[in-house]
């Protein structure tokens, strides 16, 4: 014979039905105001402040990209950031900042890194950049350019490691992106694209612990701000004279 079920069994049935469907409903409400709240951000005429020649960096130098080659938005409130791209520019620090600022080209990434580890932001990270080849990862990166060739090791100097592990860490503290090879990737591993970049040379052995020490020193003086910020430690936006810029 079966079990017989007695009323107060039933009772606790009843309950746990009633606390999954409510549990289940708060779900669907957190997830419905979530999509709103993205949908507010993507309403044509809503946009964050924004002052022209800001950084998002504190050590970059500001030199504005053609508006032809990325889309005004208002990450991460329209767009999640859960992505680093890392990209090599196939040329030199100028020329990448010349075809960038060129309506004609269709394509910039956020920042360039030169061998001397200078950084220029050409798009704020609010904005999506047309980096990736992929609409999506352009949606949800960040895209950082290092001056150079894909066949060259010598163009991949300690200085651009080191400044670009700090400009990534930074940016993985503010979006909350882990510091791993699945969120920090390359141009190569961008679904359907047909870029070779950063290429065999980029020592990733190398750059991800650099991108976690640098993190590391920064959550270190967040916790002791008597130690002072050091060259890109700040997210505090500054802009450039135009006498300054890199053109």
Request: glycine share 10%; charged share 30%; with cysteine.
């Amino acid at each position: 014979m079966g079990e017989t079920t007695n009323d107060s069994d039933r009772r606790v049935g009843r309950r746990a039905l009633l606390v999954g469907g409510a549990a289940a409903a708060l779900g669907t409400a957190v997830l419905a105001r979530d999509e709103l709240a993205r949908l507010w951000w993507r309403t044509p005429g809503v946009e964050k402040p924004r002052k022209e020649g800001e950084v998002d960096f504190g050590g970059a130098r500001w030199v504005a990209a053609s508006s032809a080659n990325w889309r005004r938005a208002d990450r991460p409130d329209d767009f999640g950031i859960d992505r680093v791209i890392i990209h090599v520019t196939q040329g030199s620090f100028k020329s990448a900042v010349k075809v960038f600022q060129d309506p004609g080209h269709g394509a910039a990434a956020h920042y360039i890194v030169g061998k001397d580890g200078r950084i220029t932001q050409m798009i704020r990270e609010l904005d999506v950049a047309f980096h990736a080849g992929n609409r999506e990862f352009n949606e949800r990166s960040v895209g950082i350019e290092h001056e150079g060739f894909v066949d060259r090791p010598q163009d991949f100097t300690d200085a651009m490691y080191e400044a670009s592990a700090r400009l990534t860490a930074r940016i993985c503290a503010r979006y909350d992106i882990s510091i791993d090879r699945e969120h920090i990737i390359g141009h190569v591993e961008v679904p359907g694209t047909d870029h070779t970049d950063p290429g065999p040379h980029w020592d990733w052995d190398r750059y991800i612990p650099l991108v976690r020490d640098a993190a590391k020193r920064d959550a270190e003086r967040s916790a002791d701000p008597s130690t002072g910020p050091s060259n890109g430690a700040t997210a505090a936006s500054r802009s450039v004279p135009a006498a300054e810029r890199d053109a």
